[in-house]
Structures are given as structure tokens and as C-alpha cells.
């Protein structure tokens, strides 16, 4: 069965500094995506970033990269130069690419504090 | 473009009453889906749906159902309302199959007591 899993329920990172949230995943599927989205306190949900399980290279979005690491089964996110606005709940999610219906599977999230 | 919309923003049903979540999207997606956040966790699918007249269950899907007549609605429906529905609700579209971000809707807050 598929699985996401974020071991780190709450962090802290100080302003300006850099911070990386853990992801780690299960599946069979050669095919597959993985998502980052942001829910701040006000509850919408906000994509960051997407890899997908053929690219090649890490995948970037300004201040947002994924560490892909496929042997690992890891895709952690890594918010550089941390904002005040970057407080917030951090949900991973994987797409089974097999079945093209797009279904996400969720972890439990990370809530992210920044310190000013 | 509004992207997804969802009314209501919360509503509170007492055991056993009845409603109906909508879901509008204007952007001409194929793809919608409908979740679950329960407090401190993450999303559950309920159902979703590939296409007008097309629908199927996700996740979690018993106590809800879905109908899809447009590819601009998606509603969802809650017939016997019980306490472990209290949840978070979002829909969220996707454009097609070759398309990888799903956008979400503001969510809708439903707590029965």
C-alpha cells in the first residue's frame, strides 16, 4: 500500500536560516509524483513544489527545493532563508502516476515555527 | 478566474440532519476531487471524479456521496450526519491527466453535534 510518512510533527527554525522537512515514502508504482503544499494558519492549502519519480534533476521553486532521493524513498523539502510567513502546517504527498486519476495520499504534516 | 469555490464556509448540522457541500470551479478542469482534514492530521479522499458523469470512491468514502452532471460542479452530499464528520472539507481540481497540480478550495469547516 502507499504511504507518506513525516516523522517531525512541529519544528523551529530561526529567521533567515535555512530548514528541511522530512518526507518519506512507500509505493510499487515505477510512476509516481510528489507534492509540497503549505497551509498556513488560515487554511488554505498552497502548492510549493513537485518532483516527479523520473526527473532527473531536484526540483526548485524560488526559495523551495526538493531533495530527491530515490534509493531512500525521500523527498524532503528545504525552505532557504526562512521567513516570518513561512510559519505554517507542511503536508507532503505522493500521486499515484500508474492509475492517472491523480489521487494524493497525505502525511500528517509538519508545522513549521520561524523565530524571529 | 475564481478558481475553486466552496460555500458554505462552516456550517453546523446536529446527528443525523442532512446537506450538501459545493464545489464550483470556472478553470474548465477535468479532474475534481473532494477531502477530508481531521484535526492535526492530514487529507483523506473521499471521492473524486475523472469527468462529467464520471465518479469514484476514494479513501474514505462511506456517509458521503457525490454526483458530477457538470464539469463545473462537484457537490457532496452528507445524508446522515454523525460527529466523526466533523472535519475540515476541500475540493480541489486538477486540469487533466497530463497536469500535476491540484488546486484547492477554501475549505469548508462542518462540525455536527
Known amino acids: 500500500a502507499q504511504k507518506i510518512t513525516q516523522t517531525q510533527p512541529g519544528m523551529f527554525v530561526q529567521e533567515k536560516e535555512a530548514v528541511t522537512l522530512d518526507c518519506t515514502y512507500d509505493?510499487?508504482?515505477?510512476?509516481?509524483?510528489l507534492f509540497w503544499y503549505k497551509q498556513p494558519s488560515s487554511g488554505e492549502m498552497i502548492f510549493l513544489i513537485y518532483q516527479g519519480s523520473y526527473d532527473q534533476q531536484n526540483a526548485t521553486e524560488g526559495r523551495y527545493s526538493l531533495n530527491f532521493q530515490k534509493a531512500r524513498k525521500s523527498a524532503n523539502l528545504v525552505i532557504s532563508a526562512s521567513q516570518l510567513g513561512d510559519s505554517a502546517m507542511y503536508f507532503c504527498a505522493m500521486r499515484d502516476g500508474s492509475s492517472n486519476t491523480g489521487k494524493l495520499i497525505f502525511g500528517q504534516g509538519t508545522t513549521l515555527q520561524v523565530k524571529p | 478566474n475564481a478558481g475553486v469555490t466552496q460555500t458554505p464556509k462552516f456550517r453546523i448540522l446536529k446527528i443525523g440532519q442532512s446537506m450538501t457541500l459545493q464545489c464550483t470551479q470556472d478553470m474548465n478542469h477535468n479532474y475534481m476531487y473532494w477531502y477530508r482534514q481531521d484535526p492535526g492530521m492530514g487529507l483523506k479522499l473521499i471521492y473524486y471524479s475523472v469527468g462529467a458523469g464520471i465518479t469514484d470512491k476514494g479513501e474514505v468514502p462511506n456517509g458521503y456521496n457525490v454526483s458530477r452532471s457538470t464539469t463545473e460542479d462537484f457537490p457532496l452530499r452528507l445524508e446522515l450526519a454523525a460527529p466523526s464528520q466533523t472535519s475540515v472539507y476541500f475540493c480541489?481540481?486538477?486540469?487533466?491527466?497530463?497536469?500535476?497540480?491540484?488546486?484547492f478550495g477554501p475549505g469548508t469547516r462542518l462540525t455536527v453535534l
Open positions: 480541489a481540481s486538477r486540469l487533466g491527466q497530463n497536469y500535476n497540480e491540484q488546486f
Open positions: 509505493t510499487s508504482d515505477p510512476s509516481y509524483g
